[in-house]
């Protein structure tokens, strides 16, 4: 038997609440043969512009080779930030190339303003559930994290108009508007303007995440939210969900009076963003390629959704809830009362299918529940085989909490 030696580090107090993804492990699970996998958040690699960007590597390194491999500036390849200062208007934002912080996918975004704005023990709102990815950027920083209460229609105006009561000196409210992962939900218009009010009357910024906007299935996205109140705003984006995550590239659009210290920030922790892929990047979207290429996927994905939502209806057990979405990847599960989708998981897999418990998704009181399913990576028979193996999996528990019953 082996034993790890001691360490002779001592580890910060913010490392210690560190924890490994949940979504990550269990992505780990599922790279075992024969498992249908609807727990991972990847976009469809069949969505990828493969030969796009190789003619785009070749382009960036036979005109600007030099340029392209070498140190970049760390607010971002300056064409970039042009393209998206432009594509944001679409959604009612009027941004100067100068709010645009290219980043190291969107992730980093949320790191960059946890490290600016989050100090031990202040509070930070989240809505509930919220995205696990953003609770583990900002937990190393001891935020005191507060549930705002949510619907179906995204976070309540009301929770947010009582945050100076509830928790006086909130940073920040994270909020993503559209097709949340993992609930699927998007904010109607008037949620939208009545939680913006809300905000401002109460002096909370705004952290608005929105990787999934573009991947609408019934109707294009409303306004943002920082279209709202810009100046109480930070907008982050990616283009993980539109043309390939392998590039990790994203950014935020922040005030000029916020801008400076998140490049600082940015700084910090890595100069810059690799300056060939923005090249890259550029060079495959310039000239309206993104608007021939997304409607494609959200074909695909949309096709992807109406067989799982057929699934859902054939094979899931009576007293499962959830609603169709009407954007994004994922459906949100609530199963029947008794049963517990963390204790289900093994079972699961066992059985042939995976998916991610809801309970990582909430700051305070989770829902032991929940589960979220994705539905962009497998193809229809696909998502009907394994929905059809996770309804046996449902049912089985079912006879068996009847049967073991007092």
Not at 14 to 30: D, F, G, Q, W, Y
Not at 203 to 225: H, K, M, Q, R, T
Request: charged share 20%; glycine share 8%.
């Amino acid at each position: 038997m082996t034993t790890t030696p001691p360490s002779a580090f001592h580890l910060a107090r913010r490392a210690a609440r560190m924890n490994p993804s949940v979504i990550r492990e269990i992505l780990k699970v599922t790279e075992k043969p024969g498992i249908l996998s609807m727990a991972g958040g990847l976009p469809s690699s069949d969505t990828f512009p493969v030969e796009e960007i190789k003619a785009a590597c070749d382009r960036v390194l036979t005109q600007n080779p030099r340029e392209a491999l070498q140190y970049a500036a760390s607010e971002g390849f300056a064409p970039l930030r042009e393209w998206v200062a432009a594509r944001v208007a679409s959604l009612g934002m009027t941004v100067s190339p100068d709010q645009v912080l290219v980043t190291s996918g969107s992730q980093q975004g949320l790191d960059l303003v946890g490290k600016i704005l989050c100090d031990a023990g202040a509070p930070v709102a989240v809505e509930t559930p919220t995205y696990l990815g953003a609770l583990q950027a900002f937990t190393p920083f001891e935020p005191n994290f507060v549930s705002l209460e949510s619907d179906e229609q995204g976070v309540s105006p009301a929770a947010l108009a009582r945050l100076p009561h509830d928790a006086p000196g909130t940073r920040f409210a994270y909020l993503l508007p559209n097709y949340q992962n993992p609930t699927g939900r998007v904010m109607s218009a008037q949620r939208r303007i009545d939680a913006m009010e809300a905000a401002r009357t109460a002096g909370v910024p705004v952290i608005e995440d929105n990787p999934y906007g573009d991947l609408w299935y019934d109707e294009p996205p409303l306004p943002s939210l920082s279209s709202l109140w810009p100046e109480g705003s930070v907008y982050l984006g990616s283009f993980s969900k539109v043309l390939t995550p392998g590039f990790r590239l994203g950014f935020l659009i922040a005030p000029q009076s916020l801008y400076p210290k998140l490049l600082q920030a940015k700084q910090a922790a890595d100069l810059h963003t690799p300056g060939f892929n923005q090249r890259v990047v550029y060079e495959v979207i310039r000239n309206g390629f993104l608007d021939e290429h997304v409607p494609k996927i959200r074909a695909l994905y949309k096709a992807n959704r109406d067989a799982m939502a057929e699934a859902l209806k054939q094979h899931l057990p009576a007293g499962c809830e959830y609603q169709t979405p009407k954007g994004g990847m994922f459906f949100w599960i609530r199963l029947p009362e008794g049963l517990d989708a963390m204790d289900l998981l093994p079972k699961a897999v066992d059985a042939g299918i995976a998916f991610v418990p809801g309970a990582a998704f909430y700051a305070q009181a989770p829902d032991p529940r929940a589960l979220r399913l994705s539905f962009v990576t497998l193809t229809p028979p696909q998502i009907h085989e394994g929905v059809a193996i996770l309804g046996r999996v449902l049912r089985e528990a079912l006879d068996g909490a009847i049967e073991h019953a007092p």
